[in-house]
């Protein structure tokens, strides 16, 4: 959300509009082959330039036959992740809204109320977290992999599984051109920047002239999470964390090479003005 309120702005000074997916079915984990090739289809559809956002996993528009995307995408520690969902849908200004609007029940107190290192010591299914496990229900946010995997659901689906995190980074290598954090942002900042300067440029300036302090999502009602819980989550998570440090190592590698870039220009401006001295003096 931080991201796309960033383009959103950005979109005013670089002349582009930002068409957030409206997902009013809810968002659904995998598509189905007719499905991917009608939302591909509305995305080459919309007017050249244009950003499309959606809470979509990969869709692979070669195989489709059609022109690839510029794909960005942010990630987040796999175990912080799933904290701030498990207390974003049990805050009251979430919840309360979503069910007068459908007409449907209140939930239980005891959901409502239910803290996060309960839910794990036990034992409930919502915090139990079994490697290989297959997708539990709609709106399960434990696979972080599952945005970059694609839509097979045999191949991507299982939780924290070898070949779910390898199709992952393969994705994420060939086709993403950034893939940031908001925890490291001033290197995702500078990053996108350079990568894709025709929707980036300026994004720093624009982001720290005040959207930086006007956080989305932010849930007050978050309660610090004791060591040894997230100790004991992290076990569970162990490929899930190895895609996120993955992601992280290609960010900085990218925020490396331009900073060497930048070191060459000075090394070329530093010689050349040696050069212009040694001529000088030779004069």
Known sequence: ????????????????EVEKDPQNGGVIPLLETAEQSD??????????????????????????EQPRPIYVNMVRDPVERVISWYYYIRAPWVFVPGRRRNNREMPNPKWVNTEFEQCVT???????YIENSLLEHVGDHRRQTLFFCGHNEFQCTPFNARLPLQLAKMNVEREYSVVGTWEHTNETLAVLE???????????????????????????????????????????????????????QRLHKQYLALKLNDLKRVDKSLARLSEAKEMAISN
């Open 194 to 248: 350079a990568y894709v300067p025709r929707y980036f440029a300026d994004a720093s300036k624009m982001y720290y002239s005040g959207l930086h302090s006007d956080k989305q999502n932010v849930n007050p009602m978050k309660p610090h999470i004791p060591q040894n819980i997230l100790d004991m989550v992290r076990r569970n998570f162990t490929r899930e964390i190895e895609f996120y440090q993955f992601c992280r």
């Open 122 to 128: 036990s034992g409930e299914k919502v915090c139990t």
């Open 1 to 16: 959300m931080q991201l796309i309120e960033l383009m959103r702005q950005l979109g005013k000074v670089h002349d582009y």
């Open 39 to 64: 939302l591909i289809d509305n995305i080459v559809n919309l007017e050249d330039g244009t950003v499309f956002a959606s809470h979509v996993n990969f869709l692979n528009f070669t195989k489709h």
